[in-house]
């Protein structure tokens, strides 16, 4: 009798829960989850205060991505290191491209920053343009949407809980994000050096203009040279400050500033980047207070 009465009292859970949905970053696996509620649980592969281009497939990873129900990946080549390994060790049909239960965000995006060519020479560039599209908060509203379709197409008798979940935080982000837009509205026009061009969206978003790179090449570590040239640039251009990611050392970055006098602002990219960014909101909250 206990049994059964313990089987009772599971059930409903275990039916509320019934997809688990692997995603590749912490933000795909917060609007999953805002989405989906309690109908889905999300297994988060790499950590937000990972360098988003380099995971190591551990075993572990691999685990998750066999026991998941279908996979949601950023794309436009941020994962090309690291997720296809998972995906054909892990041996899952419901995680392959090219599958309904799969689901590559970059292609419902209009990405920028498409390189006209792809040289080895010229960095670790992404063929298919800047990956980091999540941080314009435009595109986050976009992202929803598509996710909530995905969520449909592959449990359609719940369609209205998604629209439902997908529509109250529509409303929500859109105030949000008229908040965030009065808080940057003072800074258009603003110049800004940055590490690595991870900022590329919510610089066009707020309309920030980036002159430049600490990194000579993308995933090129900072010469000696080039870090003398920017410091030339900075003295020229006078920006306000350099927006550093919160997964490289900025060791360069703290020479440059000291030669300048240019402050450093670390400019987290997802959710648990830094201690306090836990939820989507923050993020931006955070990142529309930094540059002062």
């Known amino acids: 009798m206990k049994k059964l009465l313990t089987l009772l009292i599971l059930l409903p859970l275990t039916l509320l829960a019934h997809l688990n949905i692997a995603v590749s970053y912490p933000y795909i696996g917060a609007l999953t989850k805002t989405v989906g509620g309690e109908h889905i649980t999300t297994t988060v592969l790499a950590k937000g205060n990972w360098d988003p281009h380099f995971i190591i497939p551990r075993p572990s990873l691999i685990a998750k991505v066999r026991n998941a129900d279908a996979l949601i990946m950023n794309g436009a080549q941020l994962e090309i290191g690291w997720l296809p390994p998972l ?7 419901k995680t392959s491209p090219n599958t309904p239960t799969f689901l590559n965000l970059s292609h419902h995006i209009e990405l920028i920053n498409k390189p ?7 960095g670790d560039i992404h063929p298919d343009g800047n990956p980091h599209f999540h941080l314009n908060p435009e595109n986050i509203l976009i992202l929803a949407n598509v996710i909530k379709e995905f969520l449909i197409s592959i449990d359609t008798p719940d369609r209205a809980i998604y629209e439902k979940n997908y529509a109250d935080f529509s409303k929500i982000w859109k105030e949000k994000m008229v908040l965030w837009s009065q808080k940057m509205s003072d800074k258009k026009g603003l110049k800004v050096i940055q590490f690595h061009d ?7 978003a707020y309309g920030l203009s980036n002159i430049g790179t600490i990194e000579p090449l993308p995933g090129i570590p900072p010469s000696s040279r080039h870090t003398i040239k920017t410091i030339e640039l900075i003295q020229k251009e006078q920006p306000c400050c350099i927006l550093h990611d919160v997964y490289h050392s900025t060791k360069t970055a703290d020479f440059i500033s000291q030669k300048t006098g240019i402050k450093v602002v670390l400019m987290p990219h997802d959710i648990e980047s830094l201690e306090n960014i836990d939820n989507l909101a923050s993020l931006f909250d955070y990142l529309t207070s930094a540059i002062k």
Do not use: C, H, Q, T
Request: hydrophobic letters at 30%; a positive charge; charged letters at 35%.
């Open 198 to 204: 991870n900022l590329a969206y919510f610089n066009k």
């Open 116 to 122: 006209s060519e792809v040289d080895r020479k010229d």
């Open 87 to 93: 995906i054909n060790r892990a041996g899952n049909p």
